[in-house]
Every structure is written in C-alpha cells, then in structure tokens.
C-alpha cells in the first residue's frame, strides 16, 4: 500500500474530518500531521518493521495523528486505555514489548514512572511531529497494524492482532452495509482502545470522508445540544448510552427532552451494539424518537460479523444477518454446523475481517481457530433468517456497559485484600449496564470487611469500571467435585 493509496484516511481536501473542542481540521491538515508525525517516528529509517509504538490519548486529532502515523511509517499501532489504572498497562507493555510510548500533558506525567522502569520512551506528540516529510514506506496489506488487548476467560488481557487488510475489510464492509457517505457527521464519545470506537465510528467516518466530532468522554449535556442542532446524522452507541440518555430524559424538562428527541428522530441513523440491546429499550427508543434502533454484533478478533438490514426490518432482539463478506455459523458440541433454524449453537466466523493472532501467544491463537473457523464462544439461535444471541460459554466474561471484563483478572486483584479469603466474581443482569460486577466473598477467620472500603482500597489497583458494584459476604463458595465454584448457583442465589 503507497501512501497516495493509502485509503484509511481518505483525502478529502478542505473538507472538515474531525472536530476537536473548538477546532475543526480538514482532510487536508490531518494528513499532513500524520505525514509529519509518520516521518518523525522514522528519525531518517525507511521502515518501522512493525515496531510496538504504544499511545495514551483520548479522542483528539494528536490520537488520529498517533494511530495513522504509526500504521504510515509501518509500525504496530497500540491505542491504551486512558481509564485504565497504571497498575493494569504493565501486562500490555510487556508482553507487547513496547519500546515507544505517545501521551500529552497530565497523562505523561502519571506514565513517567512507569515507562522509565521498562525502559520505554516517553513522548509527546509534538516531540515527534517532524517540520519537513521525509520519504514514507510502502506497507504490504498483510502487515500487522494493530493490537488492541481484550480481556478473555484467562487473567491477563491478550493482544488481538490485526493487519491493515484486516481493518480494510472490518471499515468497508460497515461503510457498504450502513450506507457511509462523505455528508454524513458522526459524535465519537466512546473510548478510542476498542473496535467500536476505532473501526464503526472512527475509521468508517474518515475512509468515507464524512466528519467526526470527537469528545473524552459521554458528555450528556453538550453532546444533545449538538443533537438539537441537526449537527448529527448518525449516532452509534452501546445500549448503556441509550439507558443513560432515557434516565437524563426524566431529569430535565419535557421541552427539552422533546427539542432532543427530535433531533434524534431527524437523523438517518442510530445503532446499538457491543452488547445486548433488550427489547424494552429497543421498544422505548422507538416510542421517544421514531428511531429503529440497528442492531448488530461484533467482536474485538472479527470487528463486526452480523448486523440488522439498513433498509429492510430491524427485528428488536436480533443482530440480524452476516455482513457482506463475513462467512457465519453455527457449531454444536461435535463441532459441526447446524443447517436448521431454531438450534443453538456457538458462532464461528470467517473472511478478511478475522483478526490474525494474539500477540506472542500461539497456543491461545491456535485455541481459538477450529477448521479455519475462529470461535467466538457465543452462543446464538437462527430463527426466520436472523440471528439472536443467547448468551456466552463462558460466565467468566461479564460485559458491563460495553465493556468485555474478565471475572478472573478482578478476582485476582481482590484476592490481594488482606481480609479475603476466596472470592468469586459473577456479571448480574443490571438494566444501567446489562450485567453489573458483583463479588461473592469468603472471609480469613476473624476478618471484617465493609463494601465502601473494598472499593476506595480498589482504586488504583483496577480500572474503575470493573470494581465491583456490590458484594456478598458468604460463608464458603459453592464448588464441584473438582473443587470448581459453581458460579450458575452463585446467579440462582440471587
Ligand atoms: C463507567 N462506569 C462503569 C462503566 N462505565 N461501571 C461499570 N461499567 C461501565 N461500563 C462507572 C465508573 O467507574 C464511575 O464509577 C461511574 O460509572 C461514572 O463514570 P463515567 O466515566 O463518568 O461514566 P460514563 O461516562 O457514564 O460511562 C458510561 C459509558 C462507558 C459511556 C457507557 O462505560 C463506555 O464508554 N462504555 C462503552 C465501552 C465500549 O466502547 N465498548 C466497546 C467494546 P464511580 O463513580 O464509582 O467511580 S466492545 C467492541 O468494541 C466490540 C467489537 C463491539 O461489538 O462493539
Ligand atoms: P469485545 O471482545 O470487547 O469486543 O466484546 C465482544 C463481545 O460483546 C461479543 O463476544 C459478545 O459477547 C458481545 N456483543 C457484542 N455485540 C453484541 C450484541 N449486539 N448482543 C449481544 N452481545 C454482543
């Protein structure tokens, strides 16, 4: 791929691609950063040989400079997450073997530490912004672009993979199957380390040449004004978004929510995804805004595999069918496909979109994949042509507010606690964020332990969003023969 071909970011001119605060930057001006950032991160070698180049940054044009500047010199593209604890960023560092590190301002100064003691540079975004472009290399679509780090079943998070042919095939297939155009002006408030953010918002909305407003985070207040406005026509969310924006309904007067849902209703657009969307909510956002909510399903190895037709029925409950160019299917237990309607089975997916490994882990890579199918461990049914997810093999993944966790990797971090003796942690159905984090806790003998003081002695230690919500104090866990926790019996308990 040349760089007049390089097509992530298409070049649109003088037309506006991002908004960022109170600036707008064109095509244009956004290409030539990247260019000189790209050119920056060569200090005078033709190629970064996919070199591990790390970045801090929320949404801003310096996170589009970062992210396209590494994937333009032929690095390995590694958006963190700036919620996360730094405790939490040591695994990814390591085990990605960073040797670069982007981050402004405050978040350089909390990463300082960190990176001096696994001896990564620490740099801004104007240290290395070249004034003058040097020659920029031609990167092979089979390259690998982008590791973004997914919690699974296991402890530690692991390092998904992608090439630039991956994230090609992941953006096109939305911009065809979502009807993306360059009028098209989209809000991004979601966090820019995951697919939803990168790939459905970010990267469709700059191939496409349309627009992107970014925000830092989910700024109800501002983000409607916008809405009342007509700023945008488009609007992609998890269903937490679309539950927060209900409950905001009901704290402001009804004029207002009116002025909002009413921009909402002008749009040609809105989606849900990353988790499941009920049916109630889906019900509810149709009744306040007219709006048929789009649902559809992705994965951080896939991005996105299955989606509701933009132009024919948007079935509440469904993700609907596989997307141009993602092959779909059921698996049963002796891992073979399910041919009929109504059967459930486990999702296994094929195409270009199919992220390539986890980093430096064969052994899970090779886990993942059956027959060349990568299995998704969810579980879903086919009835009348479109899919519907019924759930995950496993209980050790909650999914709050979008967000995939691992039951394991919070256990860990509360075994640390000097009072807990075993602990398990379960997702429970919580309509604010589809499952809430609660932990069921065994004492050491003797020892108190008070839920305020659990989560203010869990700061620090852990992203916020994964400290649990509640906890239950309980005499001894429910274990198997093996000596397995039961955690079916921990939800029935409730
Ligand atoms: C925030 N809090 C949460 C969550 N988010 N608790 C549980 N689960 C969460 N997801 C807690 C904070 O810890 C804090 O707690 C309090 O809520 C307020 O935090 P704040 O950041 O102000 O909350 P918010 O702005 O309202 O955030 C809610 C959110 C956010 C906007 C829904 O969670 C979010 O951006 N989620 C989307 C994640 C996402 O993009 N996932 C896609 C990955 P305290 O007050 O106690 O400190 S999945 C994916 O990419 C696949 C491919 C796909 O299919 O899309
Ligand atoms: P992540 O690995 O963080 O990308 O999260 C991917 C997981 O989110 C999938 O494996 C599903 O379990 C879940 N997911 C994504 N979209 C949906 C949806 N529309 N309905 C139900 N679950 C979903």
Redesign the pocket.
């Known amino acids: 791929m040349s760089r007049d071909s390089f097509p992530f970011l298409t070049n649109n001119n003088s037309k506006t691609a991002l908004v960022d605060g109170d600036r707008d930057y064109s095509f244009e001006e956004v290409n030539g950063l990247i260019d000189r950032f790209a050119s920056g991160l060569l200090r005078g070698s033709s190629d970064l040989n996919e070199e591990r180049i790390a970045f801090f940054i929320p949404a801003s044009v310096d996170y589009v400079t970062a992210m396209h500047g590494v994937w333009r010199a032929g690095g390995i593209a590694i958006p963190l997450n700036v ?1 996360s604890a730094v405790a939490e960023l040591d695994h990814c560092l390591t085990s990605a073997s960073v040797t670069r590190m982007i981050a402004n301002g405050n978040y350089q100064d909390s990463l300082k530490d960190l990176c001096q003691r696994l001896n990564i540079e620490l740099m801004s975004v104007e240290d290395v912004l070249q004034d003058k472009v040097s020659p920029l290399p031609v990167i092979a679509e089979e390259r690998r672009a982008m590791m ?1 780090f997914t919690s699974g079943t296991t402890n530690k998070p692991k390092g998904v993979v992608s090439t630039h042919k991956t994230i090609q095939a992941q953006v096109t297939t939305l911009i065809d199957a979502w009807c993306w155009t360059q009028d098209d002006v989209i809000p991004l ?3 820019v380390h ?7 918002i970010l990267s469709c909305s700059l191939w496409s040449g349309a627009t992107v407003h970014l925000f830092s ?4 207040p501002k983000i409607s004004a916008e809405i009342i406005a007509d700023t945008y026509n488009v609007f992609m ?2 269903p ?2 679309y539950v ?1 924006l209900i409950q905001y309904f009901d704290s402001i007067d009804q004029d207002q929510v009116q002025k909002i849902c009413g921009g909402f209703a002008r749009m040609r657009l809105n989606i849900s ?3 499941a969307c009920p049916v109630k909510l889906f019900n509810q956002w149709q009744s306040l805004t007219g709006q048929v909510l789009l649902e ?9 595999g299955i989606s509701n037709p933009y132009s024919d029925e948007r079935r509440a409950g469904f993700v609907g069918q596989a997307l141009p160019g993602v092959k779909i299917a059921l698996f049963d237990e002796q891992n073979e496909i399910i041919n009929e309607e109504d059967v459930a089975g486990e999702i296994r997916v094929q195409g270009d979109n199919v992220f390539l490994e986890y980093w430096n882990n064969e052994k899970a890579t090779t886990e993942s994949f059956k027959n060349g199918w990568f299995c998704t461990g969810d579980v879903a049914v086919l009835e009348r042509g479109y899919y519907r997810i019924m759930g995950r093999s496993s209980v050790d993944i909650i ?7 691992s039951a394991l990797e919070i256990e860990g971090v509360l075994l640390m606690h000097d009072a807990i003796a075993e602990v398990a942690v379960i997702g429970v159905e919580d309509e ?3 499952e ?2 609660t932990a069921f806790i065994g004492l050491n003998p003797g020892a108190t332990l008070e839920f305020d003081e659990l ?1 203010t002695w869990c ?1 620090g230690k852990m ?5 649990p ?1 509640s906890i239950k104090l309980i005499d001894a866990l429910p274990r198997n023969a093996m000596g397995k926790v039961t955690k079916p019996t921990l939800k029935a308990m409730l």
Do not use: C, Q
């Not at 995951?194 to 459905?200: A, D, K, L, P, V």
């Open positions: 919620a973004l408030f979601l966090p995951h697919i939803h953010g990168i790939i459905n985070k989910f700024d109800i969310a998890v937490t978004i927060k995804g990353s988790a559809r399903y992705g994965m951080t190895e896939i991005g996105m999914k709050s507010g979008g967000y995939k966790l604010t964020w589809g809430a984090v989560r700061d992203s916020s969003y994964k400290i919500k």
